[in-house]
């Protein structure tokens, strides 16, 4: 497989007149080409902002302080502004939560269609259209041709979230960032948004990071997981890895707090207690230790590093040093 | 436990479309269409299904913040349908409702002691002291702190406004609670913090829910029944398990099989039903079944005749002609 994204060690902060709000602090993790991989985590650990620090993005105060964020090799960290026009949308497509606040209210869904194609592709004005319709077409928007000269709010959610969709992929990007693409969604609609991803990553090769606090949304779409807590990685791996071989009590918490549909008998959930630590004074420790039952006192005063468990499968906790006390996970799943 | 405390028959909220010179009413939205079920003293009843269904409208009606345009509305024996707003006082404090934003809901320039206390305010039902006390309960048994009173909603993260919200609506000691999404603006971990607390209380308090939601893992978590909503009408109610292992009506099953399962083996083996095309319009909805355009298993009688909300068998109902 061949490598697209590798991110080192990025850290990512915005300077407010509080002091320094550090978001990411030291993420490292890479994507290859034709690869669907997700981030999970709370709100605020860092998700958005990590992959807003690819594309670029950031507010005003924001600054990526350290870190290399090679896309095939190039150091996007680095790249001047007018060079990074050229990759966002062009070359990384990225989908936000809300596709009402990306798409623009007062432009045709078609000539939003169509801008980045005449921009960035060069096209002729029928080409674009003809391209347009094509995507529109492709995402599963019915009668595609009447629909272009329609402004967003004649579409529903749904469509909406189709349209950010096309538009994200109609200059065909290496690299396609979906950033809670489904969340505000209904489960049918959902269900088709996802459907629609995985075959799109199937006809072009599409690479995906998908960003959601939702475990079953990454379940059904991705071959890897970057679990986040706290503006670091939490844990690492594939998929399988984290769902039946957890090895961070964040994760443990984050799979046992979903309700599992098939349970008959109803089982109280177990929320993670407490509150995610403060990034404008973040603990010089392990950030979960306030809330897990299993801190240790080294868990108070040193961070933990990226223990290896197995081939890509990685997790920053004591528990996982050879010397440390054995747990044994509290997970529910063995009787699915 | 099986007293009903509500019983709902046939309500109607048809919303009035006015168009052209003279605002003439040419057409009506109906959002809840002929819509009947009973509530148990004790229980939860789930209502889920897509956005724009009628969910919240159907809570709000039984509630009365909208005037129902037909049906009965019994509760505990007397029907409120017809209820002036002197009339319906006694009642806005048996039934409480929380609402799906915890951004939107909370007025920002009030106090959070404010918010909780302006039911007991409206109705008059205490002293500063006693009201304070009950404040200062009130924020401990969701979670928060007494000093939180003081501070104003904005300083508070979507959990915690939830709990404030919360807090509110048991501030006047209800009986019946509409949750009217409650946990779909917050992350998972908090979900799970939310639902533990909305049951404790529940069986502290002896209280009546109907949970309205679209994450269908937690409806049957929380619910004892749920009924389904599409466009305007019920179309099934059941047992939450009997619903889960033998969803009878179509829609009912292409809901169930998009659940996302928070597993990659189970997943993989998932077969969905990715239901084809958009919700129709609930303006002068179609003739016949509501469904038909989307359903699989459309026949010619689906478009001429509407089918009937029917029981199967222990209290397990579908409208479909189907069965
Ligand atoms: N413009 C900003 N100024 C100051 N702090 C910010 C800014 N944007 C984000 N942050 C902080 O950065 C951290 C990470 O935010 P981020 O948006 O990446 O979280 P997230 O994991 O995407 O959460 P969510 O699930 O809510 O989207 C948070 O602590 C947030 O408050
Ligand atoms: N005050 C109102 N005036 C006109 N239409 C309304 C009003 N409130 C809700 N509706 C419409 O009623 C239908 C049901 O809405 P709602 O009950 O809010 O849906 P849900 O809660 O299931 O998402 C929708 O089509 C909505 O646009
Ligand atoms: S390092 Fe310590 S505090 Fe952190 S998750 Fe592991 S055991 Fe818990
Ligand atoms: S009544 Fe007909 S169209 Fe409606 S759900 Fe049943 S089979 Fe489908
Ligand atoms: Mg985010
Ligand atoms: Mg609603």
Redesign the interface.
Known sequence: MERLLEIKNLRTSFFTHVGEVQAVRGVSFHLDKGEAIGIVG??GSGKSITMMSVMRLLADNGKIVEGEILFEGRDLAKLPENEMQKVRGNEIGMIFQDPMTSLNPVLTVGDQLMEPLIKHKKMSKEEAFNRAVHMLELVGI?SPKSRMSQYPHEF????RQRVMIAMALACEPKLLIADEPTTAL???????I??LMKDLKQKINTSIILIT?????V??LCSRINVMYGGLIAETGT??DI?YNPKHPYTW???N??????N?V?E??????GQPPDLLKPPAGCPFAPRCQYAMRICMTQRPPLFEIGEGHKAACWLNHKDAPKVEAPIR?GD? | MNKPLLEIKNLKKYFPIKKGLFNKTAHYLKAVDNVSFTINKGETLGLVGESGCGKTTCGRTIIKLYEPTDGQIIYDGVDIAKFSDKQMLEYRKKMQMIFQDPYASLDPRMTVGDIIGEAIDVHKLMGPKEREERIQYLLNRVGLNSEHASRYPHEFSGGQRQRIGIARALAVQPEFIICDEPISALDVSIQAQVVNMLEDLQSDLGLTYLFIAHDLSMVKHISNRVGVMYLGKLVELADSNELYTKPLHPYTQALLSAIPIPDPDESAKKKRIVLEGEIPSPIDPPPGCRFKNRCRYAKPICSEQEPVFKDMGGGHFVACHLY
Do not use: C, Y
Request: charged share 25%.
């Open positions: 709370e709100s019915p529903s959610g749904g469509m209904d489960v049918t609609i959902q269900a088709q996802l459907e606090h939702d475990l079953g949304v379940a059904d998929t399988r769902f918490g984050l799979l707090s979903v309700p599992n549909p098939k008959l109803k109280r959930l177990k929320p993670i207690d799943r699915l």
